[in-house]
Structure formats: C-alpha cells, structure tokens
Nanobody
C-alpha cells in the first residue's frame, strides 16, 4: 500500500506563485508521480506529471507556467506554478502510479483570490 503526504496550497493572490510537494512511501517501484486538480462542478484534470525517466505530461492550460521536479531516491515530487489565475482555484491531488495501480492523495485546496 502506498502512502501519500501532500503539502503546500492555501490562499494565493493572482499573479502569485504556488509550490506543492508530495511524498510517497510504501513502494520502491514508483513509475509516475504528479498532480491533478478538480475545480467545483468540474472533472478532475491533469496538471503535470513526471515519470521515473523524467518524461513529463502537461496540461495546455498551465504550459509555460509550471515546473515539476522529482527525486526518485526520496519518492518526492514538487510542482511550482507561477502567474496564478483565479481559474487555477481547485483542489490539487497528488497521483502516484505503481504499475498497474493508481494511488491518490487526499487533496489540498488552492484558492487564487485577492
């Protein structure tokens, strides 16, 4: 069983920067780590993910504003997003893939507002 601990989030002003961290434990064979988000009334969507080899997938809505980094030895992933907009407001979830299983964190609220 994979255990996920998320940190970061909270209230951020428009144009500000967000930093989210995720640490996974319970497996030494994690293929993918990354972040998804879900806004009220909408489906959960990709933000950015990274594989153990360093390949990334990024949503068009955040391209150019996000950077993801991963420490494979520590099973941690960090997402930094800048120039935040009100439409970035959502619950952000860490996703961990240990093939063939997906594991999710509990989510952390990010609110972009002045």
């Amino acid at each position: 069983q994979v255990h996920i601990v998320e940190s970061g989030g909270g209230l951020v002003q428009p144009g500000g920067t967000l930093r989210l961290s995720c640490k996974a434990s319970g497996s030494s064979n994690i293929y993918l780590m990354g972040w998804y988000r879900q806004a009220p009334g909408k489906q959960r969507e990709l933000v950015q993910t990274i594989t153990v080899a360093g390949m990334t997938s990024t949503a068009d809505s955040v391209k150019g504003r996000v950077t993801i980094s991963r420490d494979n030895a520590k099973n941690t992933v960090t997402l930094e997003m800048n120039n935040l907009k009100p439409e970035d407001t959502a619950v952000y979830y860490c996703k961990v893939v240990v093939t063939p299983y997906d594991y999710w964190g509990q989510g952390t609220q990010v609110t972009v507002s002045s």
